[in-house]
């Protein structure tokens, strides 16, 4: 497995080890034991979750506060997305910086979101089935979220305006400067 750091301090992305030949492939998505010995962090995931979406979806950015902050290990089991994670802890030397990349079943990357990160995905493709792992149980009233628009961030969601699916509830989300320095 290859580890890429990234502008977001702990935000990483793995690379797995793909093993192929003539009947398909083999890796292994997720050893703890390597993974803390690569990371020197020690995550203990306690809940999946999966997700279906069509081209233009755009999911985020959401975040959970306080002790309900949440950890993930993010990857895309079919199709092609656009990841996106953004530091919303004040103290970190990172605060305010956005991470970008695209996960797919094709590179087979994943991307580890700190806890006290924002994070939210466009689908590229026909449809996307995204998987996360997080380490923490979500809990609905420590939810929170950042305007996917945020002109603080100017995030290329490689999708056009006319083409992005947003909930009602992720539109109507506050900016960066509101939800977080407000």
Not at 58 to 70: D, P, Y
Not at 89 to 98: A, C, I, M, Y
Request: glycine content about 6%.
């Amino acid at each position: 497995m290859k580890i890429q750091k990234t502008a977001i301090k702990d935000c990483l992305i793995l690379e797995p080890t793909v093993i192929e030949d003539n009947r398909g492939y083999f890796f292994e998505s997720y050893n703890q034991e390597k993974f803390e010995r690569l990371t020197g962090l020690k995550p203990f995931f306690v809940q999946d979750n999966q997700s279906l979406s069509t081209r233009g979806v755009l999911r985020g950015l959401h975040f959970q506060r306080g002790e309900h902050a949440q950890a993930k290990l993010v990857r895309v089991l079919e199709g092609e997305v656009l990841d996106v994670a953004v530091d919303i802890r004040q103290n970190s030397e990172t605060f305010g910086k956005v991470v970008s990349t695209i996960l797919s079943s094709d590179n087979k990357k994943q991307m580890y979101v700190p806890r006290g990160c924002a994070h939210g995905f466009v689908t590229l493709s026909k449809k996307a089935i995204f998987f996360y792992k997080c380490d923490n149980f979500y809990n609905k009233a420590s939810e929170g979220g950042v305007l996917y628009s945020d002109p603080e961030f100017a995030i290329d969601w490689m999708v056009d305006e006319s083409e992005l699916i947003v909930s009602d509830k992720d539109k109507v989300l506050p900016t960066f400067n509101s939800a977080i320095l407000g």
